[in-house]
């Protein structure tokens, strides 16, 4: 089975920091999807993307975050000036028809 | 507001002890509803879906409608189960792009 895959594992940034989460799809899969775990709670809807533009999403995904599918291949959420609370795993996601929903192993990120 | 709601936070049964897992939903329309499992801090992986009606590693999971509820049963605990359980629910149609919404999650863990 098609695995989307998520890099890098882990990122250790610094407050204020630029960082690019990297998701490389399940091809032929035409949605894309951003979540947030931060530890001990929930998995939490970050943004939906279709036909290269953000369809929905959430109040957490505020002007700080981008997201972008630069290549037809990868799909990146950017955090423009990180802040402590962003400290989360963070899933990548696509949707087809065959293989319905597939998440990534996700990437921790650990803001200092 | 769509939710989902799994009630217990942390859930401990015996070795070969029935175990039930809690999910009750409050959605729009008609709510497509998902089960995801998490091993370790593994990726999300998805276990069930209501609309396939299948079992999966001996789990199944019956929709009911009239009390808005989706819980997750398995006759025989194994220790392989101990895991996290997430329920989900999407909107099938609508103009959601199929986000997910998670409940908290329930820590199972199976004893020997």
């Known amino acids: 089975e098609p695995e989307v895959t998520q890099t890098p594992s882990h990122q250790v940034t610094q407050m204020g920091q630029e960082v690019i989460l990297r998701c490389v799809p399940i091809?032929?899969?035409?949605?894309f999807y951003w979540y947030r775990q931060i530890l001990g709670q929930k998995v939490e809807f970050l943004v939906s993307f279709y036909n290269n533009e953000i369809s929905e999403k959430s109040e957490i995904f505020d002007d700080q975050f981008s997201v972008e599918r630069p290549d037809g291949s990868n799909f990146t959420l950017k955090i423009r000036s990180t802040k402590l609370e962003d400290s989360a795993m963070y899933f990548c996601?696509?949707?087809?028809?065959?293989?319905?929903?597939?998440f990534g192993s996700g990437t921790r990120l650990t803001v200092v | 507001a769509q939710r989902v709601t799994q009630p217990e936070k942390l859930l401990s049964v015996f070795k070969g002890a029935p175990v039930e897992l809690k999910c009750n939903y409050s959605y729009s329309g008609s709510p497509e509803l998902f089960w995801y499992v998490q091993y370790s801090r593994q990726r999300l992986q998805l276990l069930l879906r209501?609309?396939s009606r299948e079992s999966i590693k001996g789990f199944t999971a019956d929709l009911n409608k009239g009390e808005t509820s989706f819980h997750l049963k398995k006759p025989f605990a194994q220790e392989e189960d101990s895991a996290m359980y997430y329920c989900?629910?999407?909107?099938?149609?609508?103009?959601?792009?199929?986000?997910?919404?998670f409940g908290q999650g329930t820590i199972l863990t199976v004893h020997p």
């Open positions: 989900a629910a999407t909107n099938a149609g609508g103009t959601s792009y199929g986000k997910l919404t």
């Open positions: 996601a696509s949707k087809g028809r065959i293989y319905g929903y597939t």
């Open positions: 209501h609309i």
């Open positions: 091809s032929n899969h035409l949605y």
